[in-house]
């Protein structure tokens, strides 16, 4: 008996509880569930993102190498006449121009030569005088009888000898000042001194040691090595007329030198697949040195009505490059792109058509079929 009591009671207090929690779980549901709050609007979930639209304009296309610089004449000063080296006119280093004197070589022995060569050129010029005065004065003798037929041809000879001595002499006098001028080294172009290598007081000879180095630098030449792919092209640019060059230095934020390219080789290299190619920069400002490194590309073209989109645009995936646009009902579309040249921030694509948005931020935060919110790009 009081073991069925102890049941019932027991059998009670679990119904009670069981009631308790219905109640509760009632009351949770009218106050924390759907009844009690608005259903959300699929418009409030879109995703704010940035659109631009698609730029359409004329691209310079370009193809671009690495480079070196070459100067277009690099000469050795040699002096051609021999002696002491009296002067250095202008310090190491220096730019100079066409003709400025640099050295000068003790001058007193040409000089002397000169004198001697000269004196001698007097002295014919007076035995020649005489010798055509004595031939007019024969002349006549001849003509009435009272000289012989070989003291005139005598006479007469002696002029031809004396114009042929003084022809010498003058050829000496030539000469002379020809090795008084060698003393003189002077600057065949302009351009930039080297080291000095013959100081003053040192005894040189004709053709021997250089004295410096004579480097001309604007223009200079770029010397580069495209693929044997890329010169159709390059021909095809030729033919249609004057192929720019522009050049870049390292640690420029912008190409600094333009010019043109000048020569292109005969024959392609079978070990490496490339041709020599030469562009002449003018370099006015003297700051590309021979030697450098440096970054050239060639317009060979300018592609009209190309599409072109931020870079910031673009994406990546296994499938290759890709933009999403602002499909129907502002959903998410992912196209498939090809790129073409950058001009700057914007890169030229492939795949798109002219009238579409491409979204251009937030691109992590989305994907295809994703519903957004466009906003025109600042």
Known sequence: MRNWKIGLVATTAAAAVVVISVILLHDKTIIGGTAGAAT?????????????????????????????????????????????????????????????????????????????????????????????????????????????????????????????????????????????????????????LGRNQAPEGTLIAAGGGPLNTLVQLSPIYVTFTPSESDVAEIQKARVAGRVQAEVQRPGDSHARYVGELTFLDNAVDRSTGTIVARATIDNADLSMLPGQYVRIRLKIRTEPDALMVPQAALGSSQLGKYVYVVGQGNKVDQRLVSLGPSDGNLVVVHGLAADEQVISGNLQKIGPGAVVQPLSAQ
């Open 40 to 192: 959300p609007n699929p418009a409030m979930m879109a995703m704010p993102v940035p659109v631009t639209k698609i730029v359409k304009q004329s691209v310079p296309i370009y193809l671009e190498y690495s480079a070196r610089t070459e100067s277009i004449r690099s000469i050795a000063l040699q002096a051609k006449a021999s002696g002491f080296v009296q002067q250095q006119h202008v310090p190491d280093g220096a730019d100079v121009r066409e003709g400025d004197l640099l050295y000068s070589i003790d001058p007193r022995d040409y000089q002397s030569a000169l004198d001697q060569a000269k004196a001698q050129l007097q002295r014919d010029e007076a035995a020649l005088s005489y010798a055509r005065g004595n031939l007019d004065r024969g002349s006549s003798l001849a003509k009435s009888g009272f000289l012989a037929k070989d003291t005139y041809d005598q006479r007469n000879s002696a002029v031809g000898q004396g114009e042929a001595t003084l022809a010498m002499s003058q050829a000496a006098v030539r000469t002379a000042e020809l090795n008084l001028g060698y003393t003189q080294i002077r600057a065949p172009f302009a351009g930039r």
